[in-house]
């Protein structure tokens, strides 16, 4: 995950691990002081986001076509 915290963004970045059972739920991560909580499924498409007010979680464009 890239997070550009100024511009109010994180981008999801394809895992460097294999998705294809059961996908990733990633909870606790702070940025800018505040919880996210993300969880991607096995296609690696965003399934639900916990975020800190004004922050939006965006897929890569190729999982958007």
Known sequence: ???????????HVAPCV???VTGLTVTGLTV???????????????????APAGLTVEEPAALRA
């Open 1 to 11: 995950m890239r997070c550009e915290v100024q511009a109010g963004s994180c981008r």
């Open 18 to 20: 294999s998705l294809t």
């Open 32 to 50: 800018a002081g505040e919880r996210l909580d993300i969880t991607i499924d096995s296609g690696g498409r965003v399934e639900s986001v916990t």
